[in-house]
């Protein structure tokens, strides 16, 4: 079976790639941008709009991605001025990605990109593995006020739900909120939940102490906006002033998320420190106690295993689709509450010795939910869907 992997961007997807090459498919990525040391990437790389075209790399795949220097010259000038370039760069990028399927058994791709793709798959018989990586109409755990790019955003998922022939989600939660909208039992057979995972060796699992009586060290790391609940924690960082609780919140504003930027900056229980790069976050997640995300929508955060994998208990709503355990390895807390923020952190305040047993279990936790292991998943679904599609046959047609 010949699987092509399609996404303009960057996401987890190279995982789901590398899985799939644990079996015996034929398989190509076609990515937007992907280092493969060509003229493109020896200019780039040494200017100082280095940091566009870096992190676009994974040793497991390199022989399998396809590219071509015109569209990944398209993908730096839509990542310069996305407001000019985005939809000229995402439609070549899937005018590109249609060229390259000839022959093609099944495309794999995820939420939000490439609706030309799988319209022109579905059209050709090309079978469709998607993945539906955010809660589905997240609207409808926000309150939102739907818009008009809102209505568009929903109405190409819910074909792309239908015309799938496979959904991937990460998560109980995401399903939930697909099948709360969408009552369709062929929808519901199709899915299959495959955790996401953390690249365990990246951080520094080290097991966490405290000390009742001693500042106790809460990390977000999210974007500000209503949709990662930042408003609910701001409260309960205001119920909680006086109390021995320092919160470091690492993220840039989002949607809506500027007017709470002056409560966040005022607040003397909360350090601020804005957007910083991904490879500089460890340092914040050796530094901290217990990790916090009181999301009201989400996928699976990719955060929160980070976070369980440098060891800290985490506080986070069933909203946030995590493999979290409630009393194992961190709390599971009410969506929309700040009373239920501080009576979590006050938990942890109270009974010192909490924080140390669930650090310890993360450690156990992560070992399930590492890349590797969910690369292992992603070739266990290929090879099953590949039997059921062929009937051990190597062609879908």
């Known amino acids: 079976m010949k699987i092509a992997f399609i996404h303009p961007l960057k996401h987890h997807i190279y995982f789901s790639m590398a899985g799939a090459l644990q079996t015996e498919n034929e398989v190509v990525g076609l990515f937007g941008y992907y280092t493969k040391d ?21 040793d497991k795949i390199d022989r399998y991605v396809k590219v071509s220097i015109w569209i990944k010259i398209l993908f730096l000038l839509y990542k310069c001025s996305p407001r000019f370039f985005e939809r000229f760069y995402m439609l070549i990028f899937q005018w590109w990605c249609i ?54 955003k929903l109405s190409n998922q819910k074909e792309n739900l239908i015309a799938a022939d ?48 001693k500042k106790l060290s809460l990390l977000i790391v999210a974007n500000i906006s209503k949709r990662k609940g930042t408003d609910y924690l701001i409260k309960a960082m205001e119920g909680l002033q006086g109390k021995a609780v320092q919160l470091n919140m690492i993220g840039a504003p989002d949607t809506g998320g500027e007017i709470l930027l002056d409560k966040i900056k005022h607040a003397s229980n909360i350090n601020y420190y804005g957007k910083i790069p991904h490879a500089e976050i460890h340092k914040f997640f050796n530094q901290s ?23 800290m208990p985490c506080i986070v709503t069933e909203n946030v689709g995590s493999v979290i355990e409630d009393k194992k390895d961190g709390l599971i807390i009410e969506a929309k509450s700040s009373k239920a923020i501080i009576d979590a952190i006050l938990y942890f305040l109270d009974n ?5 047993r669930m650090s310890v279990n993360t450690q156990k936790t992560i070992k399930e939910f590492s890349w590797n292991e969910f690369e292992k998943k992603i070739g266990d679904f290929y090879r099953k869907i590949e039997y059921e599609w062929t009937g051990g046959k190597n062609n879908v047609s």
């Open 166 to 213: 496979k959904v991937l989600m990460a998560s109980h939660f995401v399903k939930k909120s697909i099948l709360n909208r969408i009552n369709s039992k062929d929808l519901e057979r199709k899915i299959q939940v495959i955790p996401y995972g953390a690249s365990i060796a990246d951080f520094n699992y080290h097991t966490r102490t405290y000390q009742k009586g």
């Open 289 to 311: 106690d217990v990790f916090v995300l009181p999301s009201l929508a989400e996928g699976s955060s990719l955060s929160v295993y980070e976070a369980i994998a440098a060891g």
């Open 352 to 356: 010192p010795d909490e924080v140390e």
């Open 99 to 152: 060229l390259n399927l000839k022959d093609m058994d099944c495309i794999h791709v995820l939420q939000d990109y490439c609706n030309i793709v799988i319209r022109y798959a579905k059209k050709h018989h090309i079978k469709i593995v998607y993945e539906q990586i955010l809660a589905y109409d997240v609207n409808q755990f926000i309150a939102e006020p739907s818009d008009i790019e809102h209505d568009k």
């Open 38 to 58: 060509d003229i493109v990437d020896r200019v780039i790389l040494r200017t100082k709009f280095h940091d566009l075209a870096e992190g676009y790399h994974y």
